[in-house]
């Protein structure tokens, strides 16, 4: 029988004068700056460019105002695995050859890796070209559909994806983790980081009535009508094991949102944080709502209602919300037979600190 062992993070100490601005400043809120590109065009839709392939949309529109949310994201992770020697991923590969990032977004991840392991080939995959200028030479940004035929030819030592949440319906999930298991070398190693939707708050700072708490339920409706799960941070490990992956590890997290924790790291993510879904909740929330939102699909003006006050609340200091962040890594057996020649031990989850 397969345990999952789960030991959530703590509840994240309260700075108690973030919400003096004096003391902390206003230069959390200030936005980021935009990354311009004219490199590639896209579908054009309430006010926001999406890729489409296959006759398929991607949810989250690429477009200059959604860069700035991929380049938050991208942060955040790092600075709450700051204290790791390796804050871009846990998988104990050893001198690897080849690694895969799929949807790659403006590739930081690959191109951070690709510096770290500089003769490792690194390769980044999404469905459109990253407005990226340089980049080291061992790494290489393709533009494919991952959802589609795989066509790489060099077994990998590392697949790794990240916030890939709202992507595909339960059954390209699987196909996709089935070309993962197929092109990663025996021993090789897969791993997953995925955000939750929900805003949680773990006192009665976040009032019961606000705006905030409507919109993980919200989105991952319309997340369910759309065929496009958004509880990947959940399915995850259980997806892994079941295609056969072994030895599946995971690391639980609070990203704050908000420069409200007293903790210097959690102060830092959190400010970081803030940026990512003021930058982010427009497009997170743009195509959902405007196809899927209830009673009726809803209009691009009410979305931008929704988000205004949305973002008025995000910027309340007294609240001390987070969302739930979860890092699974796993390997693929070593033996052709599979996991079930492997131990029961290798099956079981464990969950690092
Ligand atoms: C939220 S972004 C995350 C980007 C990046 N992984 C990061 O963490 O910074 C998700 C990315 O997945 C890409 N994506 C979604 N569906 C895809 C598909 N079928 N094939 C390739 N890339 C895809 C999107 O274009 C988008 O860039």
Redesign the pocket.
């Known amino acids: 029988m397969d345990r999952i062992h789960t030991e959530p993070e703590d509840d994240i100490a309260v700075d108690p004068t973030t919400h003096i601005t004096t003391v902390y400043g206003d230069d959390w809120q200030s936005e980021t700056t935009s990354i311009g590109s004219s490199l590639y065009r896209g579908l054009e839709e309430n006010g926001r460019r999406y890729?489409t392939?296959s006759n398929?949309e991607?949810l989250?529109p690429?477009d200059e105002k959604?860069f700035d949310?991929?380049?938050a994201?991208?942060l955040v992770?790092l600075v709450m695995d700051s204290d790791q020697e390796n804050p871009l991923f846990r998988s104990p590969v050893k001198d690897p050859k080849n690694i895969l990032?799929?949807?790659?977004?403006?590739?930081?991840?690959a191109i951070d890796v690709a510096d770290m392991f500089p003769t490792t080939t690194v390769r980044?995959?999404?469905?459109?070209p990253?407005p990226v200028t340089w980049m080291p030479p061992n790494c290489i940004l393709e533009?494919?559909?991952?959802?589609?035929e795989w066509t790489w030819n060099e077994p990998q030592d590392l697949i790794?994806?990240?916030?890939?949440?709202?992507?595909?319906s339960d059954a390209?999930w699987k196909r996709?983790y089935k070309q993962c298991y197929d092109n990663i070398t025996p021993g090789g190693w897969i791993e997953q980081?995925e955000a939750s939707p929900y805003i949680e708050c773990d006192d009665d700072s976040l009032p019961a009535d606000s705006v905030l708490r409507s919109w993980g339920p919200s989105l991952s409706a319309c997340g369910k009508r759309a065929g496009r799960p958004l509880e990947t941070i959940d399915t995850m490990q259980d997806a892994l094991r079941e295609t056969g992956f072994v030895d599946i590890r995971q690391k639980e997290y609070k990203w704050p949102i908000g420069p409200w924790a007293r903790d210097q790291k959690y102060k830092e993510a959190g400010t970081v944080n803030y940026q990512h879904w003021m930058s982010?909740m427009e497009g997170w929330a743009m195509w959902l709502l405007c196809k899927f939102g209830a009673p009726q699909p809803w209009s691009q003006e009410e979305v931008i209602v929704y988000v205004a006050k949305l973002r008025a609340e995000l910027k309340n200091p007294r609240y001390h919300i987070y969302q739930r962040a979860r890092r699974v890594w796993a390997r693929k057996p070593l033996l052709e037979q599979g996991a079930q020649a492997e131990t029961s031990e290798s099956v079981t989850i464990k969950t690092e600190q």
């Not at 990032?101 to 991840?109: A, I, K, V």
């Open positions: 890729q392939l398929k991607y989250i690429s959604q949310c991929y380049e994201g991208h992770a990032d799929l949807g790659t977004g403006l590739g930081n991840w980044g995959v999404d469905l459109f990253p533009v494919d559909n991952i959802a589609e790794h994806m990240r916030i890939m949440i709202g992507s595909f390209e996709v980081l982010g």
